[in-house]
T-cell receptor, first 117, second 116 residues
Framework: DTGVSQDPRHKITKRGQNVTFRCDPI?????LYWYRQTLGQGPEFLTY????????KSRLLSDRFSAERPKGSFSTLEIQRTEQGDSAMYLC???????????????FGPGTRLTVT | GNSVTQMEGPVTLSEEAFLTINCTYT??????LFWYVQYPGEGLQLLLK?????DKGSNKGFEATYRKETTSFHLEKGSVQVSDSAVYFC???????????????FGQGTILTVHP
């Protein structure tokens, strides 16, 4: 297994355009997370899935953002009508949730760096 | 809610110096604690973890002890190397039930630079 992969690694777009990012988790992992990291800050939680179900969304995830994981494998994060404030690194992570009380070690991908001009 | 506070950076050390990066937290519920490291141009990697009070996590010469009484999880290494230059993030997860289960809360990160 090669770990969590994300595509593209870099995206430059003009304000107002739509963008979509893809994340492929570690194959046996049933949980998938999206985080956003701005310069000089730690990652901030956006949303997460268990299998295909989206279980939680942060208030950071405005209605311009939508995430899907249709078959419980890869996930996409779409940003509509991008704004300059959306410029950030978008990180994907995955984990395997076995039972309540397990330590949820999350494995991160390399991220997609979005620049909105 | 949950929050993590790390010492202000950047931290600059000479090779073989002793390293401490302070981390304190507030949490609802009983947290598990983590240190992640981000090397230049790479993704976040789990460095070490601790799941209950007085546990010591260790990896690659780094150590951190879960101190519930002081709500701290300070990262230490006895002798740093140039290759340890990276950004270090303290993080936690709580198992508070409901939909708050499973997301990491990170500190702001501490940049470490080690000179030869």
């Amino acid at each position: 297994d090669t770990g969590v992969s994300q595509d593209p690694r870099h995206k430059i777009t003009k304000r107002g355009q739509n963008v979509t990012f893809r994340c492929d988790p570690i194959s046996e992992h049933n949980r998938l997370y999206w985080y956003r990291q701005t310069l000089g800050q730690g990652p901030e939680f956006l949303t997460y899935f268990q299998n295909e179900a989206q279980l939680e969304k942060s208030r950071l995830l405005s209605d311009r953002f939508s995430a899907e994981r249709p078959k419980g494998s890869f996930s996409t994060l779409e940003i509509q009508r991008t704004e300059q404030g959306d410029s950030a690194m978008y990180l994907c992570a995955s984990s395997f949730m076995a039972s309540r009380g397990s330590t949820l070690e999350q494995y991160f991908g390399p991220g997609t760096r979005l620049t909105v001009t | 809610g949950n929050s993590v506070t790390q010492m202000e950076g950047p931290v600059t050390l000479s090779e073989e110096a002793f390293l401490t990066i302070n981390c304190t937290y507030t949490a609802t519920g009983y947290p598990s604690l983590f240190w992640y490291v981000q090397y230049p141009g790479e993704g976040l990697q789990l460095l070490l973890k601790a799941t209950k009070a007085d546990d010591k996590g260790s990896n690659k010469g780094f150590e951190a002890t879960y101190r519930k009484e002081t709500t701290s999880f300070h990262l230490e290494k006895g002798s740093v190397q140039v290759s340890d230059s990276a950004v270090y993030f303290c993080a936690l997860i709580t198992f508070a039930g409901g939909t708050s289960y499973g997301k990491l809360t990170f500190g702001q990160g501490t940049i470490l630079t080690v000179h030869p």
